[in-house]
Each structure stands twice: as structure tokens, then as C-alpha cells.
């Protein structure tokens, strides 16, 4: 790894707030992988000539960004995660103006215009954790991921932080030991059998992939329920309109609403197609919890 870091600013279209997307990926960080240090998020990637570390500082008309490449040759890679990772290439206007159509929606999309959705700089890695964080807690999440790092992460050097892991491959997951990983019986074999799909490459999750059919396939696997394939949808495949009507906290702030839950909540989510992805990040925004605010 380099010492001396590439630094660059990303564009971005306005409106933009950038608090709830920096405070989901800060209050979700893996330890070793991703970390908060001094007014940016800090994270490992690997991308096709090696490893690097990205750290992106929110500001109030673009992004700062400085990257640390073990080869000169990937920084239009980074980038590219990274603008990804933020979703700096949606136009915000339009979405806004749709979801704003919805009374309720209406007031909060005023409030807090120019809502991104936090995505990832690698599918395979956001699914991995989406089975990690099924049924628990956001903080046993980061700790369920943590251990797994730790089991079969690949080690870094870190010139500018504290990170030191790579997150595990789908293989290096796959030839895992079950037994190695305090998770019940039912998803070790979930988070081993995903991860098996996932090497072999019998599953693309990249952003270019099928939506419809990457969805049904996930649903095929045994333990990716609604919840499970919903979040990699909208966090690693990039679906606007996905949508998470059994999350706890999108449930939630639906009721709290006067939107109304289970079906009737699906039929107002109609309103807010082809954006309902956005529809989520306004509805956890009416929640207390650190995925909405900075550090």
C-alpha cells in the first residue's frame, strides 16, 4: 500500500444530505474493515490489481476522497465503488418530487431533501453481512461480521488509520469451518451455502446484474427470505424501488405514520414506485437511532 494517497473530490447533484447515508455506514462498520476517524469514513476494498483503503469526507456540495492504492492502475475502480457506495449518480429531483406526492412522505421529504441510499463497494461482501444481520441488532451484526473477519480476513496495512482486514471472499467464507462461527445452525448454513453460490460464481450480484432474476435467485437459496433479498437489492444490485416492508424499523415508522402495515402498507408503498428505496430512508429517518446522525 502506498503511503502518499490519492486525493480527489467527487461531484455530486444537489439537493444532498449527507448525514443519514455517512451515519448508516458509520453505526454499521465492521471493525478491522470499516472505521470513523476524524470526520471520515475509512474502509478496506480489494479491487482487481490489489488491495487499497478509501476514506471519504462528507462536505456540503461534494465528497472528499483520498485513496491509498497498492497499484496506480485501479483509482478509476475506486472511484467508481466509491461514487457507487453513495449513490453520487442519482439525480435527487425527481425522486423527491414523487415521494413528496404522498401527504405523509411529504414533510419529511421536505425536511431532509436529497436522501441517498448507502450502498456497498462489493456485493458479495453486502449479502455475507445481510445474513449476519438477519433476526439481530445492528451491534451484533458488527460483532457477527467482526468475528468472521477475524477468522479468514485477509490482513492490510493501514499508512493513514487503524484498519487491518481485508473482508473475507465468498471462497475463503465457503471452505470455512461451521463450527468456527457462533451463529445458530440454520444460518451458518444459510451464510455457507450463500457464500458457496457466491464463489463459484453462480450468482452476480454487481450492480449490472438482472434485478428480477438476481432476486428470485436468492429467494431459491435456502434462508434468503424477503427481508434478506430486499436489502441486497437496494444496497448491492442498486434497485430504487426496493422495498423492506418486514423491517422492524421501517414497520416501525410506517405505523407511527398512519401508513399501516402488511398489505396495506404494500398498497401505499405503490405511490412511491419506482423510487420506494427512498421511501425507506425517509422512514428510518423518523426513527432514533445512530444510522441517522454523524458520530
Known amino acids: 500500500m502506498r503511503d502518499d ?36 469514513y475509512r474502509r478496506t476494498v480489494l479491487l482487481p490489481h490489489g488491495p487499497a483503503i478509501v476514506a471519504l469526507t462528507p462536505g456540503t456540495a461534494d465528497v472528499g476522497c483520498r485513496l491509498w492504492l497498492a497499484d496506480p492502475r485501479d483509482q478509476d475502480a475506486a472511484v467508481a465503488r466509491c461514487r457507487f457506495l453513495l449513490d453520487l449518480d442519482t439525480d435527487p429531483a425527481p425522486i423527491d418530487a414523487r ?24 456485493g458479495g461482501e453486502l ?36 484498519l487491518c482486514f481485508l473482508f473475507p471472499t465468498a471462497a475463503a467464507v465457503a471452505g470455512l469451518d461451521e463450527r468456527l462461527l457462533a451463529l445458530p445452525s440454520a444460518r451458518r448454513r444459510t451464510l455457507l451455502g450463500l457464500a458457496g453460490v457466491l464463489a463459484d460464481g453462480r450468482l452476480d450480484l454487481s450492480p449490472v446484474a438482472d434485478r428480477a432474476e438476481t432476486r428470485a435467485a436468492l429467494l431459491r437459496l435456502p434462508g434468503i427470505g ?30 407511527a405514520l398512519g401508513l399501516g402495515k402488511g398489505a396495506q ?14 421511501a425507506v430512508q425517509h422512514l428510518w429517518g423518523t426513527v432514533d437511532h445512530a444510522i441517522n446522525r454523524l458520530p
Open 5 to 40: 494517497p490519492v486525493v480527489l473530490r467527487l461531484g455530486l447533484t444537489q439537493p444532498w444530505h449527507a448525514d443519514q447515508l455517512f451515519g448508516h455506514l458509520a453505526a454499521t462498520a465492521v471493525p478491522g474493515v470499516e472505521e470513523w476517524r476524524d470526520g471520515a
Open 99 to 122: 415521494l413528496a406526492q404522498d401527504e405523509a412522505l411529504a414533510p419529511w421529504v421536505a425536511a431532509v431533501p436529497g436522501r441517498r441510499v448507502p450502498r456497498t463497494v462489493d
Open 127 to 162: 449479502a455475507l453481512r445481510a445474513v449476519l444481520g438477519q433476526q439481530v441488532s445492528t451491534a451484533a451484526a458488527r460483532t457477527h461480521a467482526g468475528r468472521l473477519v477475524q477468522a479468514v480476513g485477509e490482513p492490510v496495512l493501514d499508512p493513514g488509520g487503524g
Open 226 to 255: 424477503p427481508w434478506t433479498a430486499g436489502t441486497i437489492a437496494m444496497r448491492a444490485l442498486g434497485d430504487p424501488d426496493a422495498f423492506l416492508p418486514g423491517d422492524l424499523g421501517v414497520a416501525a415508522a410506517a405505523v
Open 265 to 278: 402498507l404494500l398498497a401505499r408503498a405503490v405511490r412511491w414506485s419506482p423510487y420506494r428505496a427512498y
